[in-house]
């Protein structure tokens, strides 16, 4: 099976922009998770998703980022206006459901903010 | 309490030896314990899991130890090889809680000729 598709690879923005990254889960999986991965830390959550709808955004920082997930397949994150500590490694993962089905992660895009 | 704690932060073993990486956690309502290996550029990869009626589980040279009373649990690699050099991540979850996954915070792994 296509694993999860992520774009862009780089991103190199100035702090008090905006930015937007694209994720394309395994086909049939209905979950869909945000993490956010800064360097020498392991990968934390931003947002899951649950087919269109949001199961949890309690570690999103809503004053400047956003998601969705129209139509259940597809999602974007975006962030605006883009801080120096946002500098990071976005990384989208998807499972076939919320009951500790196996996450399977792309291979995320590396935010730099200067 | 949704914390998993992993040491340790780097390791370092001999081609052949046995690699340890123990995690931690609090949350008692966590039922389900996978391990990741991520390499360079890549995302994590599921690499083995367990959940807490076992106290072991084994596939090829990955084993992981289940303590379900002192809420650890470890990772052993035996016959470490070079190309088990990455860095591991322990990770924890609820079914009841739209099963994310909590990580810890990674242990990088060097495996020397």
């Known amino acids: 099976e296509a694993g999860v598709a992520q774009s862009p690879r780089y991103k190199i923005i100035e702090k008090r922009q905006s930015v937007a990254f694209w994720c394309n889960p395994i086909s049939g999986h209905a979950t869909l998770y945000w993490y956010q991965q800064i360097l020498g830390q392991g990968p934390k959550l931003l947002i899951q998703f649950q087919n269109n709808g949001v199961v949890d955004d309690s570690q999103l920082p809503k004053d400047r980022f956003s998601a969705e997930r129209l139509k259940g397949v597809d999602s974007t994150l975006k962030i605006q206006p883009a801080k120096l500590e946002d500098s990071a490694v976005y990384l989208c993962?998807?499972?076939?459901?919320?009951?500790?089905?196996?996450?399977?992660f792309g291979n995320g895009t590396r935010l730099t903010v200067t | 309490q949704q914390q998993v704690k992993q040491s340790p932060q780097s390791l370092i073993v001999q081609k052949g030896g046995i690699s340890i990486i123990n995690c931690a956690y609090e949350n008692t309502a966590f039922d389900y314990f996978p391990w990741y290996q991520q390499f360079p550029g890549k995302g994590p990869a599921l690499l083995i899991a367990i959940r807490p009626d076992v106290s072991e589980k084994k596939e090829g040279r990955f084993t992981i130890s289940f303590n379900k009373s002192a809420k650890q649990f470890s990772l052993h690699i035996m016959d470490s090889q070079p190309g088990d050099s990455a860095t591991y991540f322990c990770?924890?979850?609820?079914?009841?809680?739209?099963?994310?996954?909590?990580f810890g915070q990674g242990t990088e792994l060097s495996v020397k000729p």
């Open positions: 990770a924890a979850s609820n079914h009841n809680q739209g099963g994310k996954l909590i």
């Open positions: 993962a998807s499972s076939r459901d919320i009951y500790n089905s196996p996450l399977h």
